[in-house]
């Protein structure tokens, strides 16, 4: 029997990582939305393309309204949350934080109920916050409650080096960590073209730019659509992790994961390298940081922790 994804969400990030996901063809899809019947609509087009492309998946959508249509996800192997207002010019992630909560809160509680098997992947923002939000509420084992932000972080990264050095972005390998946003660590130690780290390769001031612009990706993005943000990116990102998951790849990518004491951190979820498997994080994976790195990691830890308590968890 195939396994069974529920995309919460049939926004620009949902709807694209449903497509993303059921061109995968591993999985049937339900698109959940409470806008009437976009999510039957996108799906039904979704379900359109599989004789062109080449899936024979099922794609569904079901409309919540009035606590209606929440048993379409029962029994999802793997959730993804994308519900959620997007940021718009002058935002930042942060500032979404009181309209999100409720929205993810209310969910967490519906995939709880009706998933309650279910790995989770936290893609509404502030990421790292509602993430945390989702464990608290849903009370899974912390391995199965998983952000995405340092996949997509990374992606960026190695982009923006590959064009600065004119190579081929599968020739960079990167690692951002920390919270996504402005507290973000990107790691140009553990940044390499070909095997060679970036530090051999630029000079401070060139990564310095690029780590800004690492930073600011998301923003960068708002700025130039104005009425919307990022979706391209983020599905993919979301499919790596699916891919790592349902494959059990035992892929080391950075996730938002929670954290014990692991680099310093304790009780919050941040973005650190993890070993995703069958069982979502199989492992936080230790980098040796040098005392900057880790300064600013646990940093990056604090400002979680600042926003859980705004959440009042």
Known sequence: MRKKITVVGAGFVGATTAQRLAERNYADIVLADVTEFVAEGKALDLLEAGPILGYDVNVSGVTIKDGVGYDK????????????????????????????????????????????????????????AMTQLMWHVTKFPQHRVIGQAGVLDSARFRTFVALELGVSVQNVDAYVLGAHGDQMVPLPRYTTVAGVPITELLPKEKIDALVKRTRDGGAEVVNLLKTGSAFYAPSAAVVEMVDAIFFDKKKILPCIAYLEGEYGINGVYAGVPVRLGTQGIEAIVKFNLNAEELAALQKSGEAVRALNKVMGI
């Open 73 to 128: 996800i029962a029994n999802s192997d793997l959730v993804v949350m994308t519900a959620g207002i997007a940021r718009k010019p002058g935002m930042s992630r942060d500032d979404l934080i009181l309209t999100n909560m409720k929205i993810v809160g209310g969910w967490a509680e519906q995939i709880a109920k009706h998933a309650p098997n279910a790995i989770v992947i936290v893609v509404t923002n502030p990421v790292d």
